[in-house]
């Protein structure tokens, strides 16, 4: 049995105070049905306006953390205040759900890099993490993708194809960024010429390159101006996902599809008014909704993300492990982890032909089905994942004992605000 401290701040997604992503919900809670003690940060519930209450607030989180001792940080994309870790002295272990440029207090793992590992499901970063984190290979891991999902064969599907995921809407934040730009520089031409070649460089590379750093940089000097690398970088992701996503799910307009998105994502579609009517109003956060949605469905879709290469979302687990067959854009991953068993599509055509073609073989879809509950079972559940991290730190993370789930007083406190609230909802 071990103590453990896991972070998940930026992974909020609900008004509740325990709305995390499922895929951060379901870890925490496999700790602690596998026999450990957790105590669970999420920084979201801790956003206050007046500085003195902030800091009262901090206080009081510190005092509860160095009382609870963990054994060991879990921190998704680093996400803990560096204040906390200063008063602990146990190894920090950074999950990585999304590239280095998406991460917190980046500049604290460079100067303390000693004291961190790294946790990921593929290893792409692996060369950035050595040059740029000073963290070298035997202290990065690389663990399943995993989900705790299942399927549920009462439930008959009602819905032919379900889509649950982002649209960024970030085209305003990357043109707000450049309109900036130009107006400051001594050459406007060049200055947007440099744009494209940095949106051509990432959208080629689908990572931060050396080649992009250097145009970023005489932009810069273009300019005049300081740029918050992170900020273009992920903007720029951003609108590439979003324009591939709008593309693929417009070529599904004439079958019955369902979107569920965030608030954020619902204003972008509504530029699209034939796809906003295929979106649902219902929010889906929670495990449970998740995999209701999946259960319900008879395909579930997976949409590329311009940062990633060779791997793919947490999502897809997810659906392999429900009663929806799971069409893919196609990863180096999930060929060499399910052996070409998914069906996978190259554009919008063919991901249109796919759908097609499967919902009127339902038998071979539901084969396929079957085959991916059987790798998921065996080589894709957090204990699969647990086994892997307590190997390297020599801790026991799967014990027959039941373990205990905490959340700090403050957190307690919001939510109870919370049910308070919509106690008739």
């Known amino acids: 049995m071990a103590k453990i401290l896991v972070c998940a701040d930026g992974f909020f997604r609900a008004f509740s105070a325990f709305g995390l992503e499922p895929y951060i919900d379901s870890f925490i809670k496999s700790l602690a049905r596998n026999g450990n003690d957790v105590l669970t940060y999420i920084a979201q519930d801790f956003q206050v306006r007046h500085k003195l209450k902030r800091k009262f607030i901090n ?70 993490l050595c040059e740029e984190y000073n963290i070298p290979m035997e202290r990065q891991i690389l663990i399943p993708y995993s989900t705790d999902m299942h399927a549920d ?13 982002n649209f960024y809407n970030s085209e305003t934040y990357l043109s707000n960024i450049f309109l900036t730009l130009k107006n400051k520089s001594k050459d406007k031409e060049l200055c947007k010429n440099l744009f494209v070649k940095i949106i051509d460089e990432l959208e080629k590379s689908k990572k931060v390159t050396k080649t992009a750093v250097k145009l970023i940089e005489k932009l810069e000097s273009v300019a005049n ?29 004439d079958m ?12 972008c579609v509504l530029h699209y008014p034939e796809l906003f009517k295929k979106c649902e109003v219902e929010q889906v956060y929670s495990v449970e909704d998740n995999e209701r949605v999946y259960n319900s469905s008879r395909i ?45 599509y190259k554009d919008a055509n063919e991901l249109h032909e796919k759908v097609k073609y499967y919902l009127n073989h339902d038998k071979e879809r539901r084969e396929i089905v079957a085959k991916c509950h059987e790798i998921i079972n065996k ?16 801790m026991s993370l799967i014990n027959n004992t039941d373990g205990k789930l905490q959340f700090l007083k403050r957190t307690i406190r919001k939510q109870n605000e919370y049910l308070q609230k919509h106690k008739n909802d």
């Open 379 to 394: 080589n894709h559940r957090y204990e699969n994942v647990f086994k892997v991290i307590g190997d390297y730190y020599n």
């Open 300 to 344: 579930s879709l997976n949409l590329p993300h311009a940062q990633v290469n060779t791997g793919f979302s947490w999502r897809v687990c997810d659906i392999l492990a429900s009663n929806a067959l799971l069409i893919s854009n196609p990863s180096k991953d999930l060929e060499r982890l399910f052996g070409g068993i998914i069906p996978t």
């Open 59 to 128: 206080y009081q989180t510190k005092k509860e953390i160095r009382n609870f001792n963990p054994d060991l940080i879990i921190a998704f994309n680093n996400a803990i205040k560096s204040g906390f870790v200063k008063h602990l002295t146990c190894p920090i272990l950074v999950v990585a759900s999304d590239t280095p440029v998406y991460w917190n207090y980046k500049s604290f793992i460079k100067k303390n890099s000693h004291r961190y590992s790294v946790a990921y499901l593929n290893n792409d970063m692996a060369d950035t």
């Open 153 to 165: 064969s009462k439930i008959k599907p009602t819905k032919d194809i379900a889509f649950i995921g």
């Open 225 to 253: 101006m300081k740029i918050n690398y992170d900020y273009l970088i992920s903007s720029v992701f951003g609108t590439l996902t979003e324009k591939k996503r709008i593309n693929l799910l417009s070529g599904l307009l």
């Open 256 to 267: 019955d599809l369902h979107i569920w998105s965030w608030d954020g994502g619902l204003s």
